[in-house]
């Protein structure tokens, strides 16, 4: 069949109260945004508490789809036909038509749900309701009604036209992106990070995004990978301003000055403060971590609190009581899994320690950070200068 219109379904949004009218502008803008590379002409507006997005010439419905389930805010998006109100005894046949082509096996329980917004129709919504189900059932005896739970809820939504829909294909939740600020995700190329950045967007929050890179530790194609991993994210996050800094000297310096067991801490305090520095310049309210609490060494109270320690803004680790299937499971819906994966190392996992502190002592760590004073601005500015910045769609 043929769906003229899609009608989104939001949440949060509707709660709102005067408020609203921010969060709907924000959820076209993304609906827009995911149409554009979609193949088709797309009117996406807002009517009455409803968004819909109405299709014209050559176009895939299951594309459209797929890009509508991958915009926060949407809890549901329906396959709509439009018909025009040509009178009650033509809404009948439209209907009908409508379940014959829909549904070929006829051996289903359905119910009827109207909705009257356009007060001036002639029939009240429960004698909608009634007719058309009556109507139904003539035209198919195999079907039967059940008001409990049917097979098919067939809703009318009488309006200027009249939208007939069956189907209410689930959207990702959350909110619009964009609706609540920009944030930071340090992002690797492991699982946890794209997992997290995708978490936190799907709360309203846009991303940026620092990456580290140690060649010749680490190689070109472990820089593809996350910039492909931050590709994937933006789908859903719309476009990512990724920074890859240089870290082989600043890794370097620390491993040559500090004790071997303390240096992925202190090597994460100071990936924290350059990502930091880029979220400042950007006026990012926070930084993102994949961290979840005792996953490895670094990840412990103890060292989350060390890794804090340096930092100004708010770190936000919507990971955090996640248990690694449970990471998987969210990498593996966003796509992102399969990437992750590939043996490319980051520089995170090329100086480890053997047996690296787990509980680290703040005081101990920033005693042992003296030891870097003599050359760990200079580094860091170098860092910063020389960092590569792409907007990654």
Request: proline share 5%.
């Amino acid at each position: 069949m043929k769906f003229q219109t899609f009608l989104i379904k939001y949440g949060e949004i509707g709660i709102k109260g005067k408020n609203r009218y921010m969060f709907e502008d924000a959820l076209v803008r993304q609906i827009r945004f995911a149409l554009k590379d979609v193949e088709g002409e797309f009117h996406v507006y807002k009517s009455q508490a409803r968004v819909y997005v109405d299709c014209e010439g050559i176009y895939d419905c299951d594309d459209v789809t797929e890009a509508l389930k991958r915009v926060f805010g949407i809890v549901g998006i329906c396959p709509v036909v439009r018909a025009e109100d040509k009178g009650f005894e033509q809404l009948k046949k439209d209907v009908t038509a409508y379940m014959d082509e829909v549904y070929p096996d006829k051996n289903i329980t359905f119910k009827v749900d109207s909705r009257r917004a356009k007060k001036t129709y002639p029939k009240t919504s429960t004698e909608i309701n009634r007719d058309l189900g009556e109507a139904i059932l003539e035209a198919f005896p195999e079907i039967r009604v059940d008001v409990h739970k049917p097979d098919v809820m067939l809703r009318v939504e009488v309006r200027d036209e009249i939208y007939i829909y069956s189907e209410i294909i689930p959207g990702p939740g959350g909110m619009p992106v964009g609706t609540n600020g920009k944030a930071m995700l340090l992002l690797s190329g492991g699982i946890d990070s794209p997992v997290a950045g995708y978490m936190i967007s799907k709360r309203g929050v846009g991303l940026e995004a620092t990456y580290f890179h140690a060649p010749p530790y680490t190689s070109e194609r472990a820089k593809q990978k996350v910039i492909d991993l931050a590709k994937l994210v933006s789908r859903y996050t719309g476009p990512i301003k990724l920074h890859i800094v240089n870290f082989t000297d600043i890794q370097l310096y620390i491993y040559e000055a500090c004790p071997h067991d303390e240096l992925t801490i202190i090597m994460r305090r100071y990936m924290m403060r350059i990502a930091e520095h880029f979220a400042k310049q950007d006026d990012c309210l926070g930084l993102i971590t994949g961290e979840s609490i005792g996953q490895v060494a670094s990840q412990t109270m103890q060292s989350l609190t060390a890794t804090n320690d340096v930092c100004t803004l708010p770190v936000y680790r919507p990971l955090i009581g996640f248990d690694k299937q449970e990471i998987v499971e969210v990498a593996e819906k966003i796509n992102t899994y399969e990437t992750s994966i590939l043996p490319y190392e980051d520089c995170c996992t090329i100086f480890v320690a053997k047996h690296p502190v787990t509980k680290p002592n703040v005081e101990r760590i920033r005693k042992s950070e003296e030891k870097l004073q003599e050359k760990i601005e200079e580094l860091f500015k170098t860092a910063v200068e020389t960092t590569e910045t792409m907007v990654i769609k």
